[in-house]
């Protein structure tokens, strides 16, 4: 068996990892965190909407994003607002954002910060 049919291993992670270690990692949250839900006081990357950041060797950026709900009003939007978040960081070559909507999103989801903002905590 080939690891492409391969099953997902036991305890493999529901969303795929981002490539924290990238130098441009952390200018790329920051890009996300200036996007907001309109209905939600709160960036969509601390209400935990944006499941991965993959950034190739090449500098092409992939977003893996969700919303609160599919029947979100903005779901036609919201992508290009992340991608026109992102597009100027400087380094940054290329943006694809991707909707997904496994795992759905929780509130667990959101950081502290999200939740006490919210009134959660």
């Given at each position: 068996?080939?690891?492409e049919n391969a099953a997902p291993?036991?305890?493999?992670?529901?969303?795929?990892?981002?490539?924290?270690?990238?130098?441009?990692?952390?200018?790329?949250?920051?890009?996300?965190?200036?996007?907001?839900?309109?209905?939600?006081?709160?960036?969509i990357y601390d209400l935990g909407?944006?499941?991965?950041?993959?950034?190739?060797?090449?500098?092409?950026?992939?977003?893996?994003?969700?919303?609160?709900?599919?029947?979100?009003?903005?779901?036609?939007?919201?992508?290009?607002?992340?991608?026109?978040?992102?597009?100027?960081?400087?380094?940054?070559?290329?943006?694809?954002?991707?909707?997904?909507?496994?795992?759905?999103?929780?509130?667990?989801?959101?950081?502290?910060?999200?939740?006490?903002?919210?009134?959660?905590?």
């Open positions: 068996m080939t690891a291993m036991e305890g493999a992670p529901l969303i795929r990892p981002s490539s924290t270690d990238h130098p441009l990692y952390d200018q790329l949250v920051e890009a996300c965190r200036s996007v907001y839900d309109p209905e939600i006081p709160v960036n909407l944006i499941y991965t950041i993959e950034i190739s060797a090449e500098n092409d950026v992939l977003v893996l994003m969700t919303l609160t709900a599919p029947g979100c009003p903005v779901a036609g939007e919201m992508p290009g607002w992340v991608a026109d978040a992102i597009s100027p960081v400087p380094g940054v070559k290329s943006v694809d954002v991707e909707m997904v909507w496994d795992p759905p999103w929780g509130m667990d989801m959101m950081s502290d910060e999200a939740r006490l903002e919210l009134g959660f905590m």
